[in-house]
């Protein structure tokens, strides 16, 4: 038996994926939550096996459910649900088994279902790499969001968020500038943006996720745009125009 647990803010969806789910047997849903704080703070009481997670949500992302899921939940495996096709890429920053289209059909859940039991069968879990952070929070007492994991020849890197200048985009992962070495990461731009935003980390352009605390200037530019200046580091950062506004916010000016 495959102890299932569904997390979707609309009640219908997860009555109907509910339903779709009490044609398999090996299947058993054992609680279902439309608030995805709720299912956090509650989740470790049911230990599951597998989740069913929407991405779009308004108190919290489902990508953000999904990544402190792997902390606490390392061999839970994930299958994303949702409306919203351009999130397919970041889903599988998460090693999720599957991603789903809503609205979901029983065709396209008996593929999910299948991939799900072949699993389980042959004993294949995910990654081991969330699994070996997990471990390492423990070490860590200011948590898990204050360390950065990054695999480097078949060792893990850790790096605190006030050691990164910026990120860039690589693929679809990311870049990871710091001022003595460049790292690579499997994460996406919009993983670190949402993971790091209490770091003072600012997106102030698609191509340059930068932090704050390592600014020297901000440089006026034209069209009431900016340039960002870094402490000891050459580059310096244009911030794109529909994001200049909201650096004047942040900065009230």
């Known amino acids: 038996m495959i102890n299932t647990i569904l997390i979707d803010d609309e009640e219908i969806a997860v009555t109907q994926l509910e339903y779709l789910l009490e044609q398999y047997p090996e299947i058993h849903v054992i609680a279902t939550f439309t608030d995805p704080v709720t299912a956090l703070e509650k989740i470790h009481l049911y230990q599951p096996d597998l989740i069913f997670l929407d991405i779009k949500m308004p108190e919290i992302s489902g990508l953000v459910v999904a990544d402190e899921l792997s902390k606490i939940l390392p061999e839970t495996y994930v299958v994303f649900v949702t409306a919203y096709d351009q999130y397919a890429l970041n889903a599988f920053d998460y090693n999720a088994i599957d991603y789903i289209l809503k609205p979901v059909s029983l065709k396209r859940i008996d593929r999910t279902i299948q991939k799900v039991l072949t699993n389980f069968s042959s004993g294949k879990f995910k990654?081991?790499?969330?699994?070996?952070?997990?471990?390492?929070?423990?070490?860590?007492?200011?948590?898990?969001?204050?360390?950065?994991?990054?695999?480097?020849?078949?060792?893990?890197?850790?790096?605190?968020?006030?050691?990164?200048?910026?990120?860039?985009?690589?693929?679809?992962?990311?870049?990871?500038?710091?001022?003595?070495?460049?790292?690579?990461?499997?994460?996406?731009?919009?993983?670190?943006?949402?993971?790091?935003?209490?770091?003072?980390?600012?997106?102030?352009?698609?191509?340059?996720?930068?932090?704050?605390?390592k600014l020297e200037k901000i440089l006026p530019m034209?069209?009431?745009?900016?340039?960002?200046?870094?402490?000891d580091y050459p580059t310096e950062i244009p911030v794109s125009r529909n994001k200049a506004k909201e650096l004047s916010q942040i900065l009230g000016l």
């Open 127 to 213: 990654n081991t790499l969330p699994s070996k952070l997990s471990k390492l929070t423990k070490i860590y007492s200011n948590g898990f969001n204050r360390i950065i994991g990054v695999e480097e020849a078949g060792k893990i890197i850790l790096l605190n968020p006030s050691d990164v200048i910026m990120f860039t985009p690589r693929g679809h992962g990311a870049t990871i500038h710091t001022q003595q070495k460049i790292y690579k990461t499997k994460q996406s731009m919009n993983y670190w943006e949402e993971r790091l935003t209490e770091f003072n980390f600012f997106r102030c352009h698609k191509s340059y996720l930068v932090n704050f605390d």
């Open 222 to 231: 034209f069209n009431n745009t900016y340039l960002l200046k870094f402490f």
